[in-house]
Nanobody
Framework: QVQLVESGGGLVQAGGSLRLSCAAS????????MGWFRQAPGKEREFVAR????????YYADSVKGRFTISRDNAKNTVYLQLNSLKPEDTAVYYC????????????????WGQGTQVTVSS
């Protein structure tokens, strides 16, 4: 059973930064990509960023490009999301997920999910 556990969320003022972490419990499982998604109240879950596990290249939603950075530590089996220049509209529950598809950006392509971590940005 694969478990993904997020941490690092919290309350921050606009313009501030947070670093989210996602630790995977299993050393090996089918994951060509790890992604971050977010869901704000009353809105659908949306793609934020994705990293290919082996190659390490990244892809971002336009709304976070230049402000957020996804990275991974293979040895620690952990993926990170650095959130800079935060805006109130970034407020959401952030989820990490794994996919067997290397260029996955749709939530339907991800099969393992964490429980989510709340990020709240005050104005």
């Amino acid at each position: 059973q694969v478990q993904l556990v997020e941490s690092g969320g919290g309350l921050v003022q606009a313009g501030g930064s947070l670093r989210l972490s996602c630790a995977a419990s299993a050393r090996t499982f089918s994951r060509n990509a790890m992604g971050w998604f977010r869901q704000a109240p009353g809105k659908e879950r949306e793609f934020v960023a994705r990293i290919r596990w082996v190659v390490g290249d990244t892809y971002y939603a336009d709304s976070v490009k230049g402000r957020f950075t996804i990275s991974r530590d293979n040895a620690k089996n952990t993926v990170y999301l650095q959130l800079n220049s935060l805006k109130p509209e970034d407020t959401a529950v952030y989820y990490c997920a794994s996919s067997q598809f290397s260029i996955a950006t749709s939530s339907r392509e991800y099969n393992y999910w964490g429980q989510g971590t709340q990020v709240t940005v005050s104005s």
